[in-house]
């Protein structure tokens, strides 16, 4: 794929994203502000300069007179890794059960990037899974009161 078409495909997801990041920012209001900066207040910021931003970065990328073919390296990673995000991500909407899907999650993604399985190997996986997942839960729902 040429530098130019990644930088495109890249840029427009990125602006899409900091679109519905607005949409969602907007929707963010506490009544007791009354005008004065509320909760959406940066999230509002860091969307419209993501956008300015990446409408930035596009003007340069049209302005660059030489285009080089990149490649990318284990593609098909990247594609199991965000199939895997999505799945984990409509999974949580439909189930509501976050933790276990956390746990399933990062183990699965450790046995993918790590093929070697012996014993000791998929042990070591498991508990540092259970650690990521401990720690998750510790410091959102225990520290911060965040409630998945």
């Given at each position: 794929?040429s ?13 899409l ?8 920012a ?70 509501g ?33 259970l650690a990521?997942?401990?720690a ?6 225990q ?6």
């Amino acid at each position: 794929m040429s530098y130019k078409k990644a930088s495109y495909l890249a840029l427009s997801l990125l602006v899409l994203l900091a679109m519905a990041y607005l949409w969602s920012a907007t929707e963010l209001r506490d009544p007791r502000s009354r005008g004065s900066i509320g909760p959406g207040y940066f999230p509002i910021i860091l969307g419209v300069l993501l956008i300015l931003l990446c409408v930035l970065s596009f003007v340069q990328t049209m302005r660059r007179d030489t285009d080089q073919t990149i490649s990318i390296p284990n593609l098909d990673y990247v594609v199991v890794t965000i199939a895997a995000t999505s799945m984990l991500m409509v999974l949580w909407s439909y189930l509501g059960i976050f933790y276990p899907l956390v746990f399933v999650f990062v183990a699965g993604l450790m046995i993918l990037f790590q093929p070697s399985a012996n014993l000791r190997r998929l042990v070591i996986i498991l508990v540092t899974s259970l650690a990521v997942t401990l720690a998750v839960f510790f410091l959102f729902d225990q520290v911060m009161s965040v409630r998945f």
